[in-house]
């Protein structure tokens, strides 16, 4: 699963990359999904998933306990970023950036179990939720908690600015990882 999210991460920061760099175009995809029709899409996979993995019996003897990672209430938080990205002008520009300069990326992402793209796309939702929950208490405190934890890295003058100007720090994080759950919603075909 690391690998998963470090190349969702990537594929995250190339995206930043690519819009700063390519010119803006405009485009839309397919047909927007209704309400409810993707929190289902979201379920329906995980049963999926369950009913595939129910049978599989560890050597022990043990079965597989994890087949309900995703709640009803993940899936209904996931399917409003996605029905929000679809309405998003920028976000379909920069997933037409991504499907025309990284297609190859995406398909092989997509190759991977639907499950450990759902599990992807959860832990960025989540990690998005966490960011906010951090930075809404204490910007200053959430700045040295990231500091501690090395999510900042070594840039002693990025470190600097964010610790003037936190909401910088926590827009940043928060970009990278909308863009990692919405590059794995585009390789998950969820958008």
Known sequence: MKSYAAASYVLGIVIV?????IPQTRAQFGVVRDKGAIKDLLLKHQAEVAAATSAEISANGEANVDQAFLSPQDAADMEE????????????????????????EVKELGREPSEEILRGMKLALDEMKMLEYL????PKQAVVEMEKDGMIGDDKKKLKEYKKNPDLLRDETNKGLYFSFISLAVAGGYL
Not at 135 to 138: G, Q
């Open 135 to 138: 930075f809404a208490r204490d």
């Open 17 to 21: 990359i690519l819009s700063t760099i």
């Open 81 to 104: 970023v996605i029905l929000k990205a679809g309405q998003d002008e920028q976000t379909l520009e920069l997933i037409a950036r991504m499907k025309a300069e990284m297609g190859q």
